[in-house]
Each structure stands twice: as structure tokens, then as C-alpha cells.
């Protein structure tokens, strides 16, 4: 059985952060405490050559797999919990046999 | 593969425009100075002469009525500055609409301060579109200048300029026309619209960047912005940018003659940008739904935002517009659907689709579905108090990839 997918949650921060980009830390740091082993995170600095792959940087940016949830400001935790479980149980029907 | 749809913001340069502007650069001859005299210099003068009686014979304009300029913005300010410091009055009232382009505003406001000039914003519909009853009815007796664009470059709306040049005309006020969207696409003659002064941008249809031109009729008095050499009739100083104004010929006499067919094609091909708000909820044309150049597709995307919206068509490879701009840790919302009535919320909603010569229907069917996609997602996560907030705590900066 193949192991859980993990969502991949990026951050891109100013390389000052500002107080949004630590709010966004803070958010992903209680989002790991929820859901253990289910998420892979990592932050970016704004001048990072992966970063600027997104095009316009608009720190603080979190991007959900391949979403871009926000630019600019913190995103809703509620909403982003929400958009993570309805991916995690999309990816457990999708693996499930005989579907 | 991108998907480009922000043609309203610049168009890719033809390639027979980039090999006309090459065989200036590099031809056999050394390209000349046209103020020379020697034989490079006579060449570079010629080729000048003919590209300005091509862009003068696609507006219905003479030859001596055409200033090349470095682009539509420096047209646009030399048209309100010029027309203001030549006429010699002391803070002449000036006439516009809220939905004019940047250029036009930020020079009005130059205007005011450095001038006095009183400036009076005529104000639109709910479409963008401005009633001449309004400009007839904001005339004063001092009024100097009125300054409306053809085609507004977010919406797309075409205002009805024949009816307020004739206001113009019957009120003694110079008129001057941002045709900078309109022309390649709209049939654009000077004498038809009745106007004084009109800018265009060689970028927007084609051509290059960096080069624009303003039509200054015969006997139109102007000061020139930048001193320094009799170039350009003495209305703006400074060696002509040759390879650029041929690009800014050549490509105009292309589009001039693709205009009709490209204008029936945008009209059947919007048709796929509408599904949109038949198959989401909560979406708004801000167009009007008659009046509006057919390569403008511009809606609001309620309970989502813009911005979101666009960073998410890039990374899957579709370039659209929004008119939201992030400005020092603030998103501030587009001033023309402002004007227009939108809440806050709504314009922070809004993106600008525009197509150009080479859209095709495939390219907007992927966008259609991708777009979907993107709202749907983005409506679980969009909080709509936050949509449009940049919060005023931020030192946010805008970063562009290299």
C-alpha cells in the first residue's frame, strides 16, 4: 500500500519579515500540529530563485500544492483547514480499492 | 505553453515588424542621424517622411500634423502640458472623465498644482460610459481643454466621441483623444472624431515599445515638453528613435488591415470567455454589454480575489490582468470599476482578459476550465473581508521574476 500523499504547503516571506510573514509561520506551525506526517512545509524568501518561479511575489505567499491561497496578507486558518482535510480525504477516495 | 491574454497591456512585436526595424539597424548603409546632411543622414530623413505620412494616412491626418513621441504616456503629457502652457491663460478649466488612463489623470493633477488649472471629472455609468449631456453640461466659459479616451483600457467601453468632439467643437474647446486602445482595432480618423490632439502607442498593435506619436492639428498651439532641437516641427526635441517609428508604421499598417477581421473573430471568440459567468456563480461582466471593443473581456470574480486569481492563472501558465495594484503594503482598488460603481470588494474581484491577432478558441477553453477550477478553490479558502486587504502593517514589496 502506497504511503499518504503529503500536501505541500510553501510559504514565501519577505526576507525582513514583516508581521504577516510571522503570523504565516505561526499558522503553519499549528497547522503541522494537526495534521502530523501529513504535511511537507517549507518557507522561501521572497528573493529566492524558486520563489520568483511563482512570477509576482506578493509576500506573504502560501501555496497549497499548486494553489496560491494568498498573497500579501494571512490567509483564514478555518478556510485552510478546511481546503486541507477536503484534500487529504479527495486523496484517500482516489486511493480507496474498488473506486 | 502560455496562454497570453493581457494584449490591453502590451502586445508581442510581429515579426515583420522586427525584420522592418533590423533592416534599419542593420542594413547595408550606416543608419543616419535624419537631421544630417550627409547621404545617411538624407536616407534616415526619407524613411522618416514616409512613416509619418503612413501613420498620418491611417488616421486622415497630414503628414506635418504627427509628432513622434517616446511612447503614449509622453504623447498624452505633451498634448494636456503643451496645449495648457502654449495657450498662455491663467488656470484654464479642464474637462475629463474619472476613467481615464493614469497618464491623463496624473497630468491633470500636474496641471492643477503647477498651473492652477481647475479640472473637472465628468462622471461615467455603471458601464463606463460617459453621456456627452454630461460634457455639454460641465463646459464653463474658461473651460480650455477636454481629454476623453476612445476605447477605456480596462473595461473596453468606447465612449461616443463624435458627439462630444462636436460639443467640443461648438464650445470652442480644444479636444484631445486617448486613442491609445482604439486604434488597429477601431477605425480612428481625426476628422470623424473632431478632435484637436490624439495619442497613440505603437506597443499596443504590434509594435514596438518606446515609441507613441501625437496628431496635432494644423494651427493647434503647443509648448514643447523637452527642449533642445528643432525635431518634430519644434514640438519635441531630440533625435527620432528611426528603427522604433518604422516598427510603430509598419505594425500600424498591419493591424489596419487585419482591424475588421480580428474584430469579427474577438467577437465569436468572447463568446467563450462569457461561458464563465453562465457556469460560475456569483460572476459580473463589467463591460458594456454593446459598447465594448470585442477584445475585453473584464468580470468580477465575487467572493475571490483578483490578484489571487491572476498569481494562479501565471503559474498555470495564462497571463491576464488584474486592475488591483499593490502599492506601498496596500492593495488599492481600479479606479476606473471605482468610478464606475463597484464596491471595494468588487473591483478587488475584477480581471481583464484581452486577446489579441493570434487568441485562439482552444487557448480560451483551457482558460475557461482552468479559470473555474481556480475561483472554486479559491471561494474555500477567500474570507470576504479579506479580499482586496493588504492590511496596514506591512512593508509588502512587489517582486517581478528576471
Known sequence: MKPPRE????????????????????????????????LSCRQLSALEEEARAFGVVLPPMLIVDDLIVSAG??????????????????????????? | MTIYLDHNATTPLRPEVWEAMARVEFGEEPRGNPSSVHRCGVRAARLLGSCRERVAEAIGAQPAEIVFTGG???????????????SGRQAPHLLSSPTEHHAVLQALAELAASHGCAVTLCPVDRTGLLEPAAVAEALRPETLLASVMFVNNEVGTIQPLREIGRICREGGVLFHVDAIQALGKLPVKVGELGCDLLSLSAHKFGGPQGVG????????????????????????????????????????????EEREANRQRWRELREILYRLPRELEAV?????????????????????????????????????????????????????????????????????????RQTTAEELTRVVETTKDIVNSLRLVTKPEDIGKCQDDCPCFLTASA
Not at chain 1, 73 to 99: F, M, N, Y
Not at chain 2, 285 to 308: E, I, K, Q, Y
Open chain 2, 213 to 256: 506619436a501625437l496628431y496635432v492639428r494644423q494651427g493647434t498651439r503647443l509648448t514643447p515638453l523637452v527642449q533642445g532641437g528643432p525635431q518634430e516641427g519644434k514640438r519635441r526635441a531630440g533625435t527620432q528613435n528611426l528603427a522604433g517609428i518604422v516598427g510603430l508604421a509598419t505594425a500600424l499598417t498591419l493591424a489596419e
Open chain 1, 7 to 38: 500536501i505541500t504547503i510553501v510559504l514565501i516571506a519577505a526576507p525582513q519579515k514583516c508581521a504577516k510573514c510571522r503570523q504565516c509561520e505561526a499558522l503553519l506551525a499549528r497547522l503541522q500540529e494537526r495534521f502530523p506526517g501529513q
Open chain 2, 284 to 356: 459580473r461582466v463589467n463591460s458594456h454589454p454593446a459598447r465594448t471593443l470585442p477584445n475585453v473581456v473584464n468580470m468580477t470574480f465575487m467572493f475571490c480575489d483578483g490578484m489571487s486569481l491572476c498569481l494562479n492563472l501565471s503559474l498555470r501558465g495564462i497571463c491576464v490582468s488584474t486592475s488591483s495594484a499593490c502599492s506601498a503594503g496596500d492593495l488599492a482598488p481600479s479606479h476606473v470599476l471605482k468610478a464606475m460603481g463597484l464596491s471595494d470588494r468588487a473591483a478587488h474581484g475584477a480581471v481583464r482578459f484581452s486577446m489579441g
Open chain 2, 72 to 86: 503614449g504616456s509622453e504623447a498624452i503629457n505633451l498634448a494636456l502640458k503643451g496645449a495648457v502652457a502654449a
Open chain 1, 73 to 99: 496578507r494571512v490567509p483564514d486558518e478555518e478556510a485552510l483547514v478546511q481546503l486541507i482535510e477536503a484534500k487529504l480525504s479527495a486523496d484517500q477516495s482516489a486511493e480507496a480499492p474498488g473506486t
